[in-house]
């Protein structure tokens, strides 16, 4: 954490405390992403604006608009399968999703479909829909099998879901890594070229320059030259 010449300068015990504050600094930053993230994303105006805005971008939207779709339609083809009704059906999904845009869109769904319009054109619409999971909607209801391609495209989002997770798990490990090591080699840089410009910056004592002024006083040829 810390070079080796102000471990010399400074003892072991700046050391220690400099050691246990980037630990302490590392040990927030992990109570932050593990404990303090999760809970912001249960508020759900966080949850909304968050996803309202990272579904365009790419990484992070495919995590947000994967998680959507998972559990959207991993809740409706079950409630489709066992004959729940379709109000209730579409009520129950949106609300496994947590996002209150999403529970707006499949509100308006229930009296469109009294106007004539088809469910799997009008789940099309749903936010985060791709144009390969429309198809295998649309293609669903016209074979009369929804709840199945519900079901599948479930799946494969879950899919899609595990593997941003696990992808933006490596990004912000190699981040922090990063982080700390340019902070370390910014670190090691600056006590380096104070040790190179000044050989008895590093010794023990030496802050206020009287040992300094001692050794060019009993060795004068060491006295840099103007």
Same mark, same amino acid.
């Given at each position: 954490?810390?070079?080796?010449?102000?471990?010399?300068?400074?003892?072991?015990?700046?050391?220690?405390?400099?050691?246990?504050?980037?630990?302490?600094?590392?040990?927030?930053?992990?109570?932050?992403?593990?404990?303090?993230?999760?809970?912001?994303?249960?508020?759900?105006?966080?949850?909304?604006?968050?996803?309202?805005?990272?579904? @365009?971008?790419?990484?992070?939207?495919?995590? &947000?608009?994967?998680?959507?779709?998972?559990?959207?339609?991993?809740?409706?083809?079950?409630?489709?399968?066992?004959?729940?009704?379709? @109000?209730?059906?579409?009520?129950?999904?949106?609300?496994?999703?947590?996002?209150?845009?999403?529970?707006?869109?499949?509100? &308006?769904?229930? @009296?469109?479909?009294?106007?004539?319009?088809?469910?799997?054109?009008?789940?099309?619409?749903?936010?985060?829909?791709?144009?390969?999971?429309?198809?295998?909607?649309?293609?669903?209801?016209?074979?009369?099998?929804?709840?199945?391609?519900?079901?599948?495209?479930?799946?494969?989002?879950?899919?899609?879901?595990?593997?941003?997770?696990?992808?933006?798990?490596?990004?912000?490990?190699?981040?922090? &890594?990063?982080?700390? &090591?340019?902070?370390?080699?910014?670190?090691?840089?600056?006590?380096?070229?104070?040790?190179?410009?000044?050989?008895?910056?590093?010794? @023990?004592?030496?802050?206020?320059?009287?040992?300094?002024?001692?050794?060019?006083?009993?060795?004068?040829?060491?006295?840099?030259?103007?």
């Amino acid at each position: 954490m810390m070079p080796i010449p102000a471990l010399v300068k400074h003892g072991a015990g700046a050391y220690i405390a400099q050691c246990a504050g980037w630990l302490g600094g590392l040990a927030v930053a992990g109570f932050a992403i593990t404990v303090g993230i999760p809970a912001l994303l249960r508020i759900p105006l966080v949850r909304d604006v968050l996803s309202t805005v990272a579904d @365009p971008l790419p990484g992070i939207g495919r995590f &947000t608009r994967s998680r959507r779709l998972s559990l959207l339609f991993g809740a409706l083809g079950p409630a489709l399968d066992c004959g729940l009704p379709l @109000p209730e059906a579409l009520d129950l999904a949106a609300a496994a999703t947590g996002e209150r845009r999403v529970v707006r869109a499949m509100a &308006t769904i229930a @009296p469109r479909l009294h106007e004539g319009q088809d469910l799997a054109q009008l789940l099309g619409q749903v936010p985060g829909m791709d144009p390969a999971s429309r198809a295998r909607i649309a293609s669903g209801g016209r074979s009369g099998r929804l709840a199945d391609s519900c079901l599948r495209l479930a799946t494969e989002q879950g899919l899609a879901y595990r593997q941003s997770v696990e992808w933006m798990g490596a990004a912000v490990r190699l981040s922090l &890594t990063l982080l700390i &090591t340019l902070v370390v080699a910014a670190s090691v840089i600056d006590q380096m070229q104070e040790l190179m410009s000044n050989p008895l910056a590093m010794v @023990p004592g030496a802050e206020g320059r009287e040992l300094e002024r001692e050794l060019f006083k009993a060795l004068p040829s060491l006295r840099p030259k103007p």
